[in-house]
């Protein structure tokens, strides 16, 4: 299961409705419990490993433009001194630093994009943990209360059986007596009981780089 659909799941997640079905729901709430936390770590690392891979496209990017712009340095001075060719090769390695740049933005953007999600997952689950604990809280309360309460009414109840043992006790006592009384008066008598594309692509290039050195040209010192 992926990370991000893994979170869904558990922030979809009816707490409510899973305890309900529950034979044991202070068990199953320890579970939910123990599967957000360990979801949050998971998060947290993939987090920090994107926020790192973030910074090292940062200084690739820094190091891009530095190579953009030397190369440009190099082709305008090379025009300068009316070395053409090499203005043109120094444009060449330029182009190849500018597609560089291109493709390093775009990674950045799908990574920031990346991150800002992970943010807004780390928000969500955090509340359903906290969700989550409340509903602990509240089980644990309601079975404290059920055992004190239990107990009272055991302690209760065993008294009212203490009294009706006594009471019978009694009434045995009695019978006892009457029993003994007739036996006192009787005790004589007995009982009972794509390619095109490229070449397209290398033209361009191209007439983009022949743009630059007609620029080039424009600037070039007398």
Not at 95 to 120: C, M, N, P
Not at 132 to 154: D, H, I, M, P, Y
Not at 190 to 204: I, N, P
């Amino acid at each position: 299961m992926g990370m991000f659909s893994r979170i869904n799941d558990i922030v979809q997640a009816n707490i409510n409705a899973m305890l309900d079905k529950a034979e044991d729901p202070e068990k199953i709430i320890r579970l939910i419990i123990q599967e957000m936390e360990e979801t949050l770590v998971e998060v947290r690392t993939d987090a920090a490993r994107y926020i790192a891979q973030q910074k090292t496209l940062t200084r690739q990017m820094d190091g891009a433009t530095k190579q953009i712009n030397g190369w440009q340095d190099k082709a305008q001075l090379a025009m300068n001194n009316d070395k053409e060719a090499l203005a043109k090769a120094a444009l060449i390695e330029k182009q190849k630093y500018v597609a560089k740049l291109t493709s390093l933005e775009e990674q950045q953007a799908h990574l920031t994009e990346t991150i800002e999600k992970i943010q807004e997952d780390t928000s969500r689950l955090n509340s359903k943990l906290a969700e989550a604990k409340a509903k602990q809280k509240t089980l644990v309360q309601r079975r404290n209360s059920a055992q004190t309460r239990l107990k009272v009414k055991q302690a209760n109840h065993e008294s009212k059986i203490d009294d009706a043992m006594t009471r019978f006790e009694n009434y045995e006592q009695r019978i006892d007596y009457l029993e003994a009384q007739v036996d006192a008066y009787d005790l004589t008598k007995s009982s009972d009981a794509a390619s095109l594309q490229a070449q397209f692509d290398v033209m361009e290039a191209d007439e983009a780089i022949e743009k630059e050195l007609a620029e080039l040209k424009k600037k070039k010192v007398a």
